[in-house]
T-cell receptor, first 113, second 112 residues
């Protein structure tokens, strides 16, 4: 049981490049989330999904797209990276019941030059 | 919409001293409340959570938190801090099945 995994762990992009971050969970969770963490800002929600084939915007969705084609995977895409997207990205998942714990992945450190 | 305030950006305590990290939330009803810890370069680990019932909840690593409805607070405490407790601590709130909303975090430094 690996929990929540994220690929890659580190990435450096140039402005305008695109990339996809992959989040995978093996706990059969319905809900999945993408957050970004910046110094002094805590974690801010980018997008989330309440089930396969569904996605919704969070607090800071601009510049990102997501897809949930399979229940266990949640992809975060940057179509044209900007320096403002330099951050640490965390994926999380939890079961449907509101009292269930939310589990986090180890994070992806992204630098956009 | 719910929000979380952690008034202290950085706290320094001596090893063996007691610790209290403050958390205030804004929400009309009783939310679900959480404390997470993040060691440098790591992900987030759940320390404890409150849903209902006893307002004093025990967590891992000797931490506890008390929910005070009248003060809209959920402060985290530990009676004796160890050097390994140095980390960043996040309070978070959720209303029902909505996404978690996090505070900006409090960084804890522990000195000998």
């Amino acid at each position: 049981n690996a929990g929540v995994t994220q690929t890659p762990k580190f990435r450096v992009l140039k402005t305008g490049q695109s990339m996809t971050l992959l989040c995978a969970q093996d706990m059969n969770h319905e809900y999945m989330y993408w957050y970004r963490q910046d110094p002094g800002m805590g974690l801010r929600l980018i997008h989330y999904s309440v089930g396969e084939g569904t996605t919704a915007k969070g607090e800071v969705p601009d510049g990102y797209n997501v897809s949930r084609l399979k229940k266990q995977n949640f992809l975060l895409g940057l179509e044209s990276a900007a320096p403002s997207q330099t951050s640490v990205y965390f994926c999380a998942s939890r079961a449907r019941t509101a009292t269930d714990t939310q589990y986090f992945g180890p994070g992806t450190r992204l630098t956009v030059l | 919409a719910q929000s979380v305030t952690q008034p202290d950006i950085h706290i320094t305590v001596s090893e063996g001293a007691s610790l209290e990290l403050r958390c205030n939330y804004s929400y009309g009803a009783t939310p679900y409340l959480f404390w997470y810890v993040q060691s440098p370069g790591q992900g987030l680990q759940l320390l404890l959570k409150y849903f209902s019932g006893d307002t004093l909840v025990q967590g891992i690593k000797g931490f506890e938190a008390e929910f005070k409805r009248s003060q809209s607070s959920f402060n985290l405490r530990k009676p004796s801090v160890h050097w390994s407790d140095a980390a960043e601590y996040f309070c978070a709130v959720r209303a029902g099945n909505t996404p978690l909303v996090f505070g900006k975090g409090t960084r804890l430094s522990v000195i000998a």
